[in-house]
């Protein structure tokens, strides 16, 4: 695709960014709709993109209602960015803003974390022994990451003396996380990138940090002394077929090494190795920059709270959510938004997007006596950065239908200046305003 069929230059795109087209990334805003009165006592737990955004939300839509947001964190952490961050693109602080900065003044937050769920007695009892009861919860708590399931592992040893990486645990991590790759790229060697066994938020970062990092090698002269070795659990390197075929396709174009069904079973800092599961036997390779990234699951009070799935994910603990309505399967009054969600799709903050509207509505619909009629599809987006400068805009659904926002506009899998621009210039912007409930 030529860049002139976008008839606007450099400017006005990034006016055109400003005034809303961001939002491609993230979905479309929400029209104003009437405001309900209500008493109804409305829990949230997690303060994340998820839960400001739908406590934003639900104080525009219910007068009167008693919003409770439940986080024991400080800090909002622009996840997104975090890949930025680790390719040197962007400073830690980048991605750090206080919680309490996106959430409306009229509703109740709790500096805590929940201990105990009972959704039988719709009560929640936090690590402070508060005990907080609810007529409706919506779990927005994400994921913890399961740095323990990786033996010999420490986020201790991230940074560049020993050439650990681990991106995905949060932004001070994913600046060291770049000083190592930074001193990789400079004095070459093996780096080994790769995706964890379980599912996980955002599944293309670990292949976007495995391209910046070749494109800064390249970039600096030394891609001739580097190499790049990816490994996956399952058979493709993307769970969308046509994507998988198109990443493939670059990595054999850039000479990126790539294994299938391998599992990073541990490390051996001291002696630079990585051992993995393959389907034959164990195979153990030696590295000089290794990105771990962790298992991912459900945080241990949801998996003991009896809102899990019984028979699917059961190592991971995701929430029995109806996949198009996101309510509950067991408990009617339960909604989930986000990552925590045991949908086939939709561990991305543009998939939080199209969450929160069907959330909402239902919600609120229900408080007023009528039936709730929005819909989740599994809508997914991802920018996938290929190299700085560029990126493939890819956004699909539950079936693995590409969903392009612009069609004959942005061709999804074309390396594109215009898609990049959207991940590192429009992108925050979008997410920023989801947060507030006006995106």
């Known amino acids: 695709m030529e860049f002139d069929k976008l008839t606007a230059s450099r400017r006005g795109f990034l006016g055109l960014a400003g005034a809303g087209g961001a939002a491609l990334v993230l979905g479309p805003g929400s029209a104003q709709a009437a405001r309900v009165r209500t008493s109804a006592r409305i829990l949230i737990l997690g303060a994340g993109a998820g839960g400001a955004a739908i406590a934003n939300r639900l104080s525009e ?185 198109r990443v493939r396709q670059i990595m054999d174009e850039r000479n990126i090494t790539y294994n299938y069904r391998w599992t990073l079973k541990s490390i051996d800092a001291q002696a630079r190795t990585a051992t993995f599961d393959t389907p034959e036997f164990e195979e153990t390779l030696e590295w000089d920059f290794i990105n771990v990234i962790a298992p991912q699951r459900a945080p241990q009070v949801i998996r003991d709270s009896g809102l899990s799935w019984a028979d699917r994910w059961t190592d991971e603990g995701w929430i029995e959510v109806d996949m198009q309505t996101l309510r509950h399967a067991r408990y009617p009054n339960v909604f989930g938004i986000g990552d925590i969600n045991g949908v086939p799709k939709g561990k991305t903050a543009a998939s939080v997007k199209w969450h929160l509207p069907v959330v909402e509505d239902h919600l609120v619909s229900e408080i007023a006596g009528r039936e709730g009629t929005r819909l ?39 390396e594109l200046w215009i898609s990049w621009l959207m991940k590192e210039v429009a992108l925050k912007a979008t997410y920023n305003a989801m947060l507030r409930g006006r995106a």
């Open 61 to 245: 839509r219910l007068e009167g209602a008693q919003i409770t947001v439940l986080d024991g964190k400080q800090e909002h952490w622009y996840q997104p960015g975090f890949t930025l961050i680790a390719a040197g693109l962007r400073p830690a602080s980048y991605a750090v803003s206080s919680i309490t900065q996106w959430l409306p003044r009229d509703i109740t937050f709790i500096n805590e974390y929940a201990a105990e769920l009972d959704p039988e007695a719709n009560r929640v009892t936090t690590t402070g022994g508060q005990q907080i009861e609810y007529d409706y919860l919506i779990v927005s708590t994400g994921v913890v990451l399961d740095w323990d399931a990786i033996e010999g592992f420490d986020l201790g040893m991230v940074g560049p003396e020993t050439g650990i990486g681990a991106q995905y645990a949060g932004p001070d991590y994913a600046a060291r996380t770049w000083a190592a790759i930074d001193r990789f790229t400079n004095e070459g060697g093996v780096g080994l990138f790769g995706r964890p066994e379980t599912e996980m938020k955002c599944a293309g970062a670990p292949v976007k940090i495995t391209f910046l990092a070749e494109d800064i090698a390249t970039t600096k002269g030394n891609r001739g002394k580097c190499d790049f070795i990816y490994t996956t659990p399952g058979g493709a390197l993307f769970g969308v077929p046509v994507i998988h075929h």
């Open 376 to 414: 989740f599809d599994g809508y997914t987006s991802c920018p996938l950065i290929t190299r700085i400068g560029r990126a493939m805009l890819v956004e699909f659904d539950y079936k693995d239908n590409l969903v392009p926002s612009f069609p004959g506009l942005i061709a999804p899998l074309e």
